[in-house]
Every structure is written in structure tokens, then in C-alpha cells.
């Protein structure tokens, strides 16, 4: 597959995610009463993928892509496939048949053997955050995150148990060698699903993402992960995540370090046209191309999370 069809796929895929959970947000902030046209246009495009289930060939495949590149894609999307869904599920509280086909197709390529047993084959094609060889392990926090928010107590259901307690091991037992990136993503999935985050680990975690934080009160993404090249600015990405992820671990609005990051995102918006700005680990892009633009999107979205989580806090 072309490399501009590939950026594509991360845009309509990765970025989908903190789409899904924002636009949520954002609904209940401007009181509006169902989902937008883009954000059905998405659930439609999700579902239907779930409902050919293999007779929907994958994105990628090892014929076209590279070797196990057919497995990374069915793993990747399976899991975002079945949060997004979960995401929407949560509205109305009522575990759908949409969801319980996407779950089915998550534990079905779940690894249960090797060394990544618990987890899923996932995605590399060098592309960070999201598509590097570290970023196994925040895929199956993506999982982890899913099952927790699937509404109905979905996590207990006993056919599931043993799937589950496979991902919970994997999450605790291939923690310590993880980035802060990969870390800062579970203790958001912990958030939504018990026993894969100690409280000892929890608070350690805390205190670690806290230590990183700049003094204009944003956060850097390369100083989550010491590998990754860029600038060591605060970035909107970064900012917008881990002080989401924050606020979901229990800190208040007046939490010095929180309402010290709020303020970094409010004056970090581009005030003419709503959205934060965000680039590429990876290489230089024009920001105003398809591809240029999807960090920005991501950014947006978690921007938009961690301030309608402040407005929520401040009623």
C-alpha cells in the first residue's frame, strides 16, 4: 500500500478515537441532543466493519504491506473498532449487538500464547505514537480502556474471564519495561478497568508524569518517550492528553499542576479557527494537508477532553 494511503488510514483510524471521545464531551458541554452527522457517518463506517467481520479483507496484508502486517492490522482494528463502539454504548448504557460482534472479534485475536500472550499483534510501520515498535502495549491499554467502558458490567461476564485475566497479566507484568507514553495511556485505561494499576504503581506514576511537566505548564511528548526525536517544547498533543488523563485519575481543577495545565491549553488554542495545533515525531508535513493535519486533530480532541472535564468539575 502507498505510503500516502497509509497516512490516510491513521487519520480516518487513530485519530477517530480521540474523535469519538471528545465529540461525546463536547455534546454534553453544548447541550445537544444526539450525535452529529460526522460523528454517525463514523459509527456507521465502524459498525459496518464489524458486521463483515473477515469478509472484510484487512487494511494491510502481508502480501501487499510486509510480513505480519495482515495480523497488526485485524489486532489494531479490532481494538479500536471495539472502544469506539464502547464509547457511544456508554451514552445509553445499554450493551449493543454493534458491540457485543466488536468484542467477539477483539478476544478472537487476542494472543494466548509466546511472549505476547494477553496482548495484540499490533501495527509497525515506525510511525510514532502510535505505530512504533513500542506501541503493543498501547494498544492493549486501548483493550484494556474498551472493556471498562463498555456499559452492562460487560468485564464480568464469565465467558470472558480468562480473556480478560490474560490482558490484565500482560499489563502488569510487561509494565516496568514501558515509556512514560505507554504508561500515561494505561493509567487512563485503570481509570475504566481495575487490576491492571496498583495503587502503589498509581501514585508512582502520577508523581513521574508530574516531574515532567514544563514550567509554562504543558507538557513534552518527546520527554515521554526518550527514544523519539523533536522538540522539547510543550506540545498541545501531549498537554491535552496526560492532563485529561489527570483529571480522569482524580485531580481537580485546583490541583496546582492541573489548573497550571489548563491555562496552558487556553492560551494555546488558535482562536481563529478553534483547534490546537500539533506536528508530526516523524517528519516534517505542511500543516495544511490531509496527513499534516491529523496530530492536530488528535491534539484537538484531547484539548477539548481535558477542558469540557474542567467545565463539568466547575458546575
Wanted: proline residues 3%; charged residues 25%.
Amino acid at each position: 500500500m502507498a505510503a500516502r494511503d497509509h497516512e490516510t488510514f491513521c487519520v480516518s483510524c487513530h485519530t477517530a478515537l480521540p474523535y469519538a471521545l471528545s465529540r461525546a464531551a463536547l455534546r454534553r458541554v453544548l447541550a445537544e441532543e444526539a450525535p452529529s452527522v460526522t460523528e454517525r457517518r463514523l459509527l456507521e463506517n465502524v459498525t459496518k466493519r464489524v458486521h463483515l467481520r473477515t469478509d472484510a479483507g484487512p487494511y494491510y496484508s502481508d502480501q501487499k504491506d510486509g510480513v505480519h502486517k495482515t495480523a497488526e492490522s485485524r489486532g489494531t482494528e479490532a481494538i479500536l473498532n471495539a472502544l469506539i463502539v464502547s464509547v457511544y454504548d456508554a451514552e445509553t448504557g445499554r450493551l449493543s449487538d454493534d458491540a457485543r460482534a466488536a468484542f467477539d472479534q477483539l478476544w478472537a485475536v487476542q494472543e494466548i500464547g509466546g511472549g505476547d500472550k494477553g496482548a495484540w499483534s499490533w501495527l509497525d510501520f515506525g510511525l510514532r505514537p502510535w505505530e512504533a515498535n513500542e506501541s503493543q502495549y498501547y494498544g492493549a491499554a486501548l483493550a484494556a480502556a474498551a472493556v471498562g467502558t463498555a456499559p452492562q458490567n460487560y468485564r464480568s461476564m464469565p465467558t470472558r474471564r480468562n480473556s480478560l485475566e490474560l490482558l490484565r497479566e500482560y499489563l502488569v507484568r510487561e509494565y516496568a519495561t514501558q515509556s512514560l507514553f505507554n504508561r500515561t495511556v494505561l493509567l487512563w485505561a485503570s481509570t475504566k478497568l481495575s487490576g491492571i494499576l496498583g495503587p502503589e504503581r498509581r501514585a508512582s506514576l502520577i508523581a513521574e508524569i508530574l516531574a515532567e511537566q514544563r514550567s509554562d505548564g504543558g507538557w513534552s511528548l518527546t520527554s515521554l518517550n526518550r527514544s523519539w526525536k523533536g522538540s522539547t517544547d510543550s506540545d498541545s498533543y501531549a498537554t491535552g492528553l496526560i492532563t485529561f488523563t489527570l483529571q480522569q485519575a482524580g485531580l481537580r481543577n485546583t490541583t496546582p499542576e492541573v489548573k497550571h495545565a489548563l491555562s496552558w491549553l487556553e492560551g494555546h488554542q488558535d482562536k481563529s479557527k478553534g483547534f490546537w495545533a500539533s506536528s508530526s515525531l516523524n517528519k516534517e508535513r505542511s500543516p495544511t494537508s490531509n496527513v499534516g493535519r491529523f496530530m492536530s486533530d488528535a491534539a484537538t480532541a484531547y484539548a477539548v477532553l481535558a477542558l469540557a472535564e474542567s467545565e463539568r468539575q466547575s458546575q
